[in-house]
C-alpha cells in the first residue's frame, strides 16, 4: 500500500466512522461531561466547556456533518469545530487519538491495523 493509498484509507475510515450513530457528536460530548438539552434540531450546552458561560454552547448538523460552537466572541469555542475536534479541544486527546477513538468506538479497524495485520499474514 502506497502512502496515497493509505491515506485515502484513512480519510475514507474517518468518514464512515463519523457517520455511524455512537459518534454523532452530542453523544461524545455526553462522554466529555457536556451536559445538553435539545433545542429543535439543535443541542445547548448547560456550561459551554470553553468559556463556562450559560447556553452559548450550541451542536448541530450542517450538511449531514456535526459542528460546534459557541456564540461568545472571546471564546476559544468560537472557531467552530467537527467531533475530532472536539476531542482534541475539549478531550485533550491527540489528532491521532481522536480518531482511534472514533474507529473503535464505530467498530472499524484502524487502516494501519490491518495493514500491519494483512503484512503479517502474507510472511505466513
Ligand atoms: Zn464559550
Known amino acids: 500500500m502506497s502512502q496515497a493509498e493509505y491515506r485515502a484509507e484513512l480519510r475514507s475510515a474517518i468518514d464512515t466512522a463519523k457517520q455511524h450513530p455512537r459518534n454523532a457528536m452530542p453523544e461524545i460530548a455526553t462522554t466529555l461531561s457536556i451536559e445538553l438539552r435539545q433545542s429543535g434540531s439543535r443541542y445547548v450546552a448547560a ?8 447556553g452559548k454552547f450550541t451542536i448541530n448538523q450542517r450538511g449531514g456533518e456535526w459542528v460546534f460552537g459557541c456564540f ?53
Open 47 to 54: 456550561h459551554c466547556p470553553f468559556c463556562d458561560r450559560k
Open 72 to 124: 461568545r466572541n472571546s471564546c476559544e469555542g468560537k472557531r467552530p469545530g467537527d467531533v475530532i475536534s472536539l476531542l482534541e479541544r475539549v478531550g485533550s486527546m491527540s489528532r491521532r487519538d481522536a480518531v482511534r477513538h472514533l474507529l473503535d468506538r464505530a467498530g472499524i479497524e484502524h487502516p494501519y491495523d490491518r495493514f500491519m495485520r494483512e503484512r503479517e499474514e502474507g510472511r505466513k
